[in-house]
T-cell receptor, first 113, second 113 residues
Framework: DAKTTQPPSMDCAEGRAANLPCNHS???????VYWYRQIHSQGPQYIIHGLKNNETNEMASLIITEDRKSSTLILPHATLRDTAVYYC??????????????FGTGTRLQVTL | DAGITQSPRYKITETGRQVTLMCHQTWSHSYMFWYRQDLGHGLRLIYYSAAADITDKGEVPDGYVVSRSKTENFPLTLESATRSQTSVYFCASTARTDNTEAFFGQGTRLTVV
């Protein structure tokens, strides 16, 4: 699985868009980008994933650059409840073996009033 | 209720004792995982299972044993607990479909004294 690089921490004002970057310059053609988050004292929560097209769901948007070497998770209107550690993970989907996830240290997003 | 549950939520045990952490999911997901989370290390995979009676080692399997006699249960046993196994343990499951997001339990905080 490709290695990812994320900033250790970011701040965002409540109501503003939070843009969380992730670099994955060694990503392979069949590797997807996944985002999870972990709110304090809880288990990680799946947010979104994509291969090369931009994706949007009820939680967030995922923007992947054309060369796929980086991506950005966008929380359009951050709230205090979005304060969490956000993990960017790159892996092949459905390899035929267990779909294990390799977590890095993530970005700690602090949403403030 | 559907979901993934871990028990106990908190456990204190003594060095050398055997302890088993339980994980139960109600979705009949094929894949299940055990992670541990320590400060400075993020989430690390201990063991995973692709189906009942199929298990494999992850990144940090030493000192742990797993079994999967039923699809819905994936217990993790520390055969002889050590202080270095003090950690928060998370269980997760995923379905073997194209939508492979993982669902995590609330975690078990284990302290070995």
């Amino acid at each position: 699985d490709a290695k990812t690089t994320q900033p250790p921490s970011m701040d965002c004002a409540e109501g503003r868009a939070a843009n969380l970057p992730c670099n994955h310059s060694t990503i392979s053609g069949n590797e997807y980008v996944y985002w999870y988050r972990q709110i304090h004292s809880q288990g990680p929560q799946y947010i979104i994933h994509g291969l090369k097209n931009n994706e949007t769901n009820e939680m967030a948007s995922l923007i992947i650059t054309e060369d796929r070497k980086s991506s950005t998770l966008i929380l359009p209107h951050a709230t205090l409840r979005d304060t969490a550690v956000y993990y960017c993970i790159v892996r092949v989907k459905n390899t035929g073996t267990a779909s294990k996830l390799t977590f890095g240290t993530g970005t700690r997003l602090q949403v403030t009033l | 209720d559907a979901g993934i549950t871990q028990s106990p939520r908190y456990k204190i045990t003594e060095t050398g004792r055997q302890v088993t952490l339980m994980c139960h999911q109600t979705w009949s997901h094929s894949y299940m995982f055990w992670y541990r989370q320590d400060l400075g290390h993020g989430l690390r995979l201990i063991y995973y299972s692709a189906a009942a009676d199929i298990t494999d080692k992850g990144e940090v399997p030493d000192g742990y044993v797993v079994s999967r006699s039923k699809t819905e249960n994936f217990p993790l046993t520390l055969e002889s607990a050590t202080r270095s196994q003090t950690s928060v343990y998370f269980c997760a499951s995923t379905a073997r479909t194209d939508n492979t997001e993982a669902f995590f339990g609330q975690g078990t905080r284990l302290t070995v004294v």
